[in-house]
């Protein structure tokens, strides 16, 4: 058996390893109706998905005409109280999601979340679905600083670095993951089953897999 070729593989969380919109989007809700907005329908909550919660509200209160930020601060405030009692309810890993971290364990790679998501949140989430475990490192939204999440590469260099410095392929389903791979020179594969923010095949990612039991011939082929 040759060599795999990555040290570590890096993961985003949202529309990458766990579909989370259904709490994410109950989060969103929960904020809008104690402002007096609409809820955002169901299957338009995962459009607001990739840049984190607090740019997640804003897209929603905007498209209802906005709000002073004082006001938008204590919305904010309720939906991050809210999605901190109700973040797994829903949220599940894809189906191959966790026979693929199997395979890459197997394999001897080392795995990292760099998420956009608040650490906390992540860890909360990972653990109740019992995989926090399986990984390195989880770095959030907030763990590198303000103004360095996605699609800044700070989350993605230091991943790799806690992964041992060896080459890192980044998996993830938006142009954060994408721009912030690219910025940190680790190869990027796009995940076209997730929340993308544009088409798969435009993100700029070097291969698009529809599903994660694509990932490992994907990472032997880049
Ligand atoms: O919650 C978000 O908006 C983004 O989270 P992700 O970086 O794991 O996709
Ligand atoms: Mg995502």
């Known amino acids: 058996m040759t060599a795999f070729p990555f040290q570590s593989v890096g993961f985003d969380l949202d529309g990458t390893l766990l579909e989370t919109h259904r709490d994410l989007g109950a989060a969103v809700n929960h904020a809008l109706k104690l402002g007096g907005f609409d809820p955002v329908p ?32 204590r919305l904010y405030k309720q939906m991050l109280g809210y999605y901190a009692e109700n973040n797994a309810v829903h949220s599940r890993p894809y189906p191959p999601a966790v026979e693929t971290l199997d395979a890459l364990a197997e394999r001897g790679v080392k795995m990292a979340v760099v998420t956009n998501k608040f650490e906390g949140f992540a860890r909360d989430i990972l653990t109740t679905l019992g995989l926090a475990d399986r990984f390195e490192t989880i770095i959030g939204g907030d763990t590198m600083g303000k103004g360095r999440a996605k699609p800044e590469p700070d989350a993605v260099i230091e991943a790799r670095k806690r992964c041992g410095g060896g080459p890192m ?34 993100l700029g990612a070097d291969t698009v897999i529809e599903s994660l039991d694509r990932l490992i011939s994907a990472l032997e082929t880049l």
């Open 42 to 73: 169901a299957d338009h909550a995962s459009d607001l998905i990739g840049g984190g919660a607090k740019i997640m509200l804003a897209r929603a209160v905007d498209q209802q005409g906005g709000l002073p930020e004082d006001e938008f601060r």
């Open 169 to 202: 392929a980044f998996v993830g389903d938006s142009s954060y993951d994408v721009r912030a791979a690219r910025a940190a020179d680790a190869p990027v594969i796009a995940a076209a089953y997730g929340y993308c923010d544009k088409p798969p095949h435009e």
